[in-house]
Nanobody, 116 residues
Framework: QVQVVESGSGSVQPGGSLNLSCVVSAGFTFSRYTMAWYRQAPGKERELVATINVLGVTNYGDSVKGRFTISRDNAANTVYLQMNKVQADDTAMYYC?????????WGQGTQVTVSS
């Protein structure tokens, strides 16, 4: 069974940095699949944060371009989200997703709170 586990939750001050990790269980070839980070704040719709495909090509939501970086370590079945220059509006539950041929798998989410 595919399991997706995020880590890195916590509070950070505006302008600070935080790194999120997402580890995906074995059972498939991790390097074959697109990975993504989404987030959802209270009262708002879920929005795309970043994606990274099998070739390492990345895409970012407009609100995080230039501040966040998605990367992957295929040997460790892990995807990272480096969050820099965080803002109050970055406060949300962050979700990791892996897209497989059998469907999309989601983690339970990790809370990020940006406040002074």
């Amino acid at each position: 069974q595919v399991q997706v586990v995020e880590s890195g939750s916590g509070s950070v001050q505006p302008g600070g940095s935080l790194n999120l990790s997402c580890v995906v269980s074995a059972g498939f070839t991790f390097s074959r699949y697109t990975m993504a980070w989404y987030r959802q704040a209270p009262g708002k719709e879920r929005e795309l944060v970043a994606t990274i495909n099998v070739l390492g090509v990345t895409n970012y939501g407009d609100s995080v371009k230039g501040r966040f970086t998605i990367s992957r370590d295929n040997a460790a079945n892990t995807v990272y989200l480096q969050m820099n220059k965080v803002q109050a509006d970055d406060t949300a539950m962050y979700y990791c997703m892996v897209r497989t041929t059998g469907g999309d798998y989601w983690g339970q989410g990790t809370q990020v709170t940006v406040s002074s």
